[in-house]
């Protein structure tokens, strides 16, 4: 077959995404995400009578255990084909790549598969994450003089 062709085949059946409805999803979704953060931090901080800032780290531990979790049961794919991005980028998506990366590994062992393993996806949000932050300090730095 000629590349022409080839090529006209693939768009033929190639889905066409609404990039437009796709934004408003993960929009709604992570504004969603946010206000979920701020109800537990707010919870956290009523119940047990704690400052907002350990509150803050209850909300990230609780939302890596969700994420883990919903990875572990087969929900977290499903709900991020259904809401785009809006999953993805907020700290439950760095507990699903963790998480996916231990799962697919585990038969490998602890240390030669899970541990060997996990950081695959991650490591790289964490390596730029940490760049990033030196760069932007670094910057700020350099703008507010000390």
């Known amino acids: 077959m000629e590349k022409n062709k080839y090529k006209n085949l693939v768009a033929q059946h190639t889905p066409k995404e609404n990039i437009l409805c796709n934004g408003l999803i993960a929009f709604v979704v992570g504004g969603l995400m946010g206000v979920l953060g701020q109800a537990l931090i707010d919870i956290y901080s009523y119940f047990f009578n704690i400052s907002t800032s350990d509150a803050a780290m ?4 609780t939302l890596v255990f969700l994420g883990c979790l919903l990875t572990c049961l ?73």
Do not use: Q, W
């Not at 990033?132 to 507010?144: E, K, Q």
């Open 74 to 146: 087969g929900f977290f794919d499903k709900l991020v084909h259904f809401t785009r991005c809006g999953l993805i980028i907020p700290i439950t998506g760095f507990a699903h790549a963790m998480m996916s990366a231990a799962l697919e590994y585990r038969k490998e062992g602890f240390i030669t598969g899970i541990g060997a393993n996990m950081f695959k996806l991650a490591g790289s949000v964490i390596i730029f994450g940490v760049v990033s932050a030196y760069a932007f300090g670094l910057l700020r730095l350099i703008i507010m003089g000390g």
């Open 58 to 61: 209850l909300m990230i531990v």
